[in-house]
């Protein structure tokens, strides 16, 4: 990782800075990778793509967006399914 100036910025400052930014977020609990999944779960559950979804995270692998989105995607299909199941009753 590197500053606006090109200069490589060191790991243990980077640990510093994140970690200040979760606790002002109350996200003491969550290491890096914990936010990550996170913020892939959380956009499969607003209907993002894989695509759009390894856009935003970083991933190269579709496969690890995939393992990441899984129970997102299922709970998301799962609400659409009983949407559809209430509807289909109120027209009956």
């Known amino acids: 990782m590197a500053d606006e100036y090109g200069?490589?910025?060191r790991y243990d400052l980077i640990q510093k800075k994140l970690l200040k930014i979760r606790k002002e977020l109350g996200l003491v609990g969550y290491g890096f990778h914990g936010l990550r999944y996170s913020a892939a779960g959380e956009l499969a559950e607003a209907g993002c793509t894989d695509h759009q979804i390894?856009?935003?995270?970083?991933?190269k692998s579709l496969s690890m967006i995939q393992k990441y989105s899984k129970s997102a995607n299922q709970k998301r299909l799962a609400k659409q399914a009983q949407n559809l199941r209430e509807q289909n009753k109120n027209n009956t």
Not at 54 to 59: C, L, M
Request: charge should be positive.
């Open 7 to 9: 200069r490589q910025i």
């Open 54 to 59: 390894a856009a935003i995270t970083g991933h």
